[in-house]
């Protein structure tokens, strides 16, 4: 492989910048700029000079492969964060020959190549980088520890003894077999399924940690959305007006309640349409509040029907309670803070049931396990004799777990992945 080179921290003006090599001329170019190599993963203050021209006075690390990140030999540079520093170092690595700029995400590609990581902790990892709040960074560092993968690897372990009691029936199958193994592999099968299907099901919390919670404001026109809005948004994100039908596109405010990212929208106010402009706004109000995950339905009065059919799971609140009529004022502030703990509390209990497996694929995959697993047991309660088939289906489902975390079958994703990527990571 080629030697690869980038910034790895951020640009612009810093205290220290991170400039990372890896591959087989890294450690050549740090005796060529530095003089030596220096004791391995121990920092060492080294002038970097170039053709007896001084560069920089930097912290190096030399970290020989396998046991680094990529798992090739690594070194990385600690410069001073001067944009000329990082642009002089940077344009002396790019003439040595044998290094060429990284292409993005290429760092972690190269990891995932040499095993270093499985492909569920590349996706813990770029969900690191992009994380903004509390859950989505526990979260990531949870999938960047390996926790999914330990997980499939212990249902492959079962799945692989339960095909090899299958197996053993086939290959003695004139002979006599010391025990009936079916009950044992029933039982493997049935609890890597249960399990599976427990995972499953926590992938759309899990989801909306990383992606975050959308929570509409629904409502009349002026019944005080928009000022709801920019109560909560805490600045005027919303033109406020007496004017009915002043709002006509949704309008969005990213949030942290709680460590949660939550999206509040406020909408068009629904009743009948006065123009066909305002009409667009309603449809779209009404379709981005069906996708919400939760609802807050905003009235002017107790009697007043609501403009959406209420969901159990709604929030319904009657409005200006600055007029002595209501919950919530956004004017005056009264029964915010309840209304936030009430919002934070219910998408806490939703993320409470996130588990590790955190991307549609991952919930493919084990889907797709799953199915193989139902199918091998109908066989074998119908027609314990097909064990050759039952076998087949238990090899599916290996399978499927395997493309999980990036065994088999997952080339198509990759660009995707990797596109998400910054240089130098």
């Given at each position: 492989m080629d030697t690869i080179f980038a910034l790895s921290s951020a640009r612009g003006k810093s205290g220290v910048a991170v400039i990372r090599l890896s591959g087989p001329e890294a450690g050549a170019t740090l005796v060529r700029l530095s003089g030596d190599l220096p004791v391995p993963r121990k920092a060492a203050l080294r002038i970097l000079s170039d053709n007896d021209e001084v560069l920089d006075q930097a912290l190096v690390l030399w970290l020989p492969g396998p046991e680094s990140f990529t798992g090739e030999d690594v070194v990385e540079f600690h410069v001073h964060g001067a944009i000329a520093t990082v642009n002089v170092v940077l344009r002396v690595l790019g003439d040595q020959a044998g290094l060429r700029l990284a292409e993005p995400g290429e760092f972690t590609r190269r990891a995932l190549e040499n095993e270093r990581l499985d492909l569920a902790q590349v996706e813990g990892l770029s969900d690191l980088v992009e994380a903004e709040t509390e859950a989505q960074r526990k979260q990531a560092l949870r999938v960047l520890s390996g926790a999914l993968g330990d997980r499939a690897g212990g249902w492959r372990v079962r799945l692989i003894r339960a095909a090899a009691l299958l197996e053993a029936t086939i290959d003695f199958a004139d002979e006599e077999v010391p025990?009936?193994?079916?009950?044992?592999?029933?039982?493997?099968?049935?609890?890597?399924?249960?399990?599976?299907?427990?995972?499953?099901?926590?992938?759309?919390?899990?989801?909306?940690?990383?992606?975050?919670?959308?929570?509409?404001?629904?409502?009349?026109?002026?019944?005080?959305?928009?000022?709801?809005?920019?109560?909560?948004?805490?600045?005027?994100?919303?033109i406020t007006s007496n004017i009915a039908g002043t709002t006509r596109d949704v309008i969005e405010v990213r949030m942290d309640l709680r460590g949660l990212p939550v999206t509040i929208l406020d909408t068009?106010?629904?009743?009948?349409?006065?123009?066909?402009?305002?009409?667009?706004?309603?449809?779209?109000?009404?379709?981005?509040?069906?996708?919400?995950?939760?609802?807050?339905?905003?009235?002017?009065?107790?009697?007043?029907?609501?403009?959406?059919?209420?969901?159990?799971?709604?929030?319904?609140?009657?409005?200006?309670?600055?007029?002595?009529?209501?919950?919530?004022?956004?004017?005056?502030?009264?029964?915010?803070?309840?209304?936030?703990?009430?919002?934070?509390?219910?998408?806490?209990?939703?993320?409470?049931?996130?588990?590790?497996?955190?991307?549609?694929?991952?919930r493919v995959a084990m889907l797709r396990a799953i199915d193989a697993l139902g199918i091998a047991m109908d066989r074998l309660d119908s027609s314990p004799e097909l064990a050759e088939f039952v076998a087949e289906d238990l090899r599916t489902a290996i399978r499927a777990l395997d493309s999980l975390v990036g065994r088999v079958d997952v080339e198509h994703v990759l660009g995707e992945i990797f596109a998400s990527f910054c240089i130098g990571k």
């Open positions: 025990m009936d193994v079916m009950p044992e592999v029933r039982v493997l099968m049935q609890g890597v399924s249960s399990e599976l299907a427990i995972e499953a099901r926590g992938v759309q919390a899990a989801e909306r940690i990383r992606d975050g919670f959308e929570v509409a404001i629904v409502g009349a026109p002026n019944v005080g959305k928009s000022t709801l809005l920019n109560a909560l948004a805490g600045r005027e994100a919303a068009a106010g629904m009743r009948e349409a006065t123009d066909q402009i305002e009409a667009l706004g309603i449809d779209l109000a009404r379709a981005r509040a069906d996708a919400s995950d939760l609802r807050v339905v905003l009235k002017a009065t107790v009697d007043e029907a609501p403009v959406v059919d209420v969901r159990d799971d709604d929030i319904v609140v009657i409005s200006k309670a600055d007029l002595g009529i209501g919950d919530v004022s956004a004017k005056t502030g009264v029964g915010l803070d309840a209304l936030v703990v009430d919002i934070a509390d219910r998408l806490e209990n939703r993320a409470a049931s996130a588990g590790i497996a955190i991307r549609e694929r991952h």
